[in-house]
T-cell receptor
Framework: AQTVTQSQPEMSVQEAETVTLSCTYD???????LFWYKQPPSRQMILVIR????KQQNATENRFSVNFQKAAKSFSLKISDSQLGDTAMYFC??????????????WGAGTKLIIKP | GAGVSQSPRYKVAKRGQDVALRCDPI?????LFWYQQALGQGPEFLTY????????KSGLPSDRFFAERPEGSVSTLKIQRTQQEDSAVYLC?????????????FGNGTRLTVT
């Protein structure tokens, strides 16, 4: 069974600093997808960034980038020039290549990120 | 609508009551998912629909939980004889296609409190 581990329950940084959130996962699959989602107090899960395992190039979306280490099964999220609006829970999630209509996302426990002014 | 809409936003039920939670996905989205999120934890998969077909209900915790999507758009998650352990946020998500990795769009969830 797949598992996702986020070892940092909470992190706090000053505005404009760079912060890295860690995520490791365990799977025997070779093709899969990895995601980072942000959940502000409004409770809505918002997709931050997505990585396809067969792509070696790390995904980037503006201030957000990932460090995907497939052999180490590591998928960290780097937020550059952090902003107050980045304050939220961040969840790492895994989806194996769907077969037999299995589209389950496996989620980590989340990291609470606080950006201080 | 512009996004996934869930109602009610908050629901308080007495133990033993039945509840129905509604999800209105983005128009045209094929896939619809229900997740349960306990306080301070990540979501847990409940069930998945492709149009009106419920293709995976392996995450439903008991036979008190039932979900439907009769016309392939709006979905309802029903919980019968609610128990305190059912207290959680119930998240609905939809995606345009049934292809793996297709981004999920989430609603704001329904927070269910069973007293």
């Amino acid at each position: 069974a797949q598992t996702v581990t986020q070892s940092q329950p909470e992190m706090s940084v000053q505005e404009a600093e760079t912060v890295t959130l860690s995520c490791t996962y365990d799977t025997s699959e070779s093709n899969y997808y990895l995601f980072w989602y942000k959940q502000p107090p409004s409770r809505q899960m918002i997709l931050v960034i997505r990585q396809e395992a067969y792509k070696q190039q790390n995904a980037t979306e503006n201030r957000f980038s990932v460090n995907f280490q497939k052999a180490a099964k590591s998928f960290s999220l780097k937020i550059s020039d952090s902003q107050l609006g980045d304050t939220a829970m961040y969840f790492c999630a895994f989806m194996k290549q769907p077969m037999d209509s299995n589209y389950q996302l496996i989620w980590g426990a989340g990291t609470k990120l606080i950006i201080k002014p | 609508g512009a996004g996934v809409s869930q109602s009610p936003r908050y629901k308080v039920a007495k133990r033993g009551q039945d509840v129905a939670l509604r999800c209105d996905p983005i128009s045209g989205h094929v896939s619809l998912f229900w997740y349960q999120q306990a306080l301070g934890q990540g979501p847990e998969f409940l069930t998945y629909f492709q149009n009106e077909a419920q293709l995976d209900k392996s995450g439903l915790p008991s036979d008190r939980f039932f979900a439907e999507r009769p016309e392939g758009s709006v979905s309802t998650l029903k919980i019968q004889r609610t128990q305190q352990e059912d207290s959680a946020v119930y998240l609905c998500a939809s995606s345009l296609t049934d292809r793996g990795g297709s981004p999920l769009h989430f609603g704001n969830g329904t927070r269910l409190t069973v007293t």
